[in-house]
C-alpha cells in the first residue's frame, strides 16, 4: 500500500500562489492515475485534478471551479505529483489531499492532507 505525504499548503493572499506537493517516497507512481482533491469546511471531498498514468498517455482533467487556474504535473523520477495553483480565490481554502486515482472513491488510503487558506 502506497503512502503519499502532502506538502506545500500554507496562507496566502486572494491572487496568490502556491505549488502542492505528493511524494510517494520510494514507491513508484509510474503506473498510477494521481489525483488531487480538496475538502473545504463542512464539505464534501471533491475531485479537482487528474493527471494518468504513463499508460494512459499522461493526460491531465480539472474540475471547472480550477481549470485555467490550477496545473498538475508529475516527475516519476521523483514519485512525486505537484499541483500548482494560482489566482487563488478564498473559496479555494480547504485541506488538499492526493490519491492514486481520479476518483474520490476509489482512492484506497489517505494522507493527512495539506492546509490551504485564502485570505487576505
Known amino acids: 500500500q502506497v503512502h503519499l505525504k502532502e506538502s506545500g499548503g500554507g496562507l496566502v493572499q486572494p491572487g496568490g500562489s502556491l505549488t502542492l506537493s505528493c511524494a510517494a517516497g520510494t514507491f513508484s507512481l509510474d503506473y498510477y492515475n494521481m489525483g488531487w482533491f480538496r475538502q473545504g469546511s463542512g464539505k464534501e471531498r471533491e475531485a479537482i485534478s487528474c493527471?494518468?498514468?504513463?499508460?494512459?498517455?499522461?493526460?491531465?482533467y480539472y474540475t471547472e471551479s480550477v481549470r485555467g487556474r490550477f496545473t498538475i504535473s508529475r516527475d516519476n523520477y521523483k514519485n512525486t505529483v505537484y499541483l500548482q495553483m494560482m489566482s487563488l480565490k478564498p473559496e479555494d481554502t480547504a485541506v488538499y489531499y492526493c490519491?492514486?486515482?481520479?476518483?474520490?472513491?476509489?482512492?484506497?488510503?489517505w494522507g493527512q492532507g495539506t492546509q490551504v487558506t485564502v485570505s487576505s
Open positions: 490519491g492514486t486515482s481520479c476518483q474520490t472513491t476509489r482512492v484506497s488510503s
Open positions: 493527471i494518468k498514468s504513463r499508460d494512459g498517455d499522461g493526460s491531465t
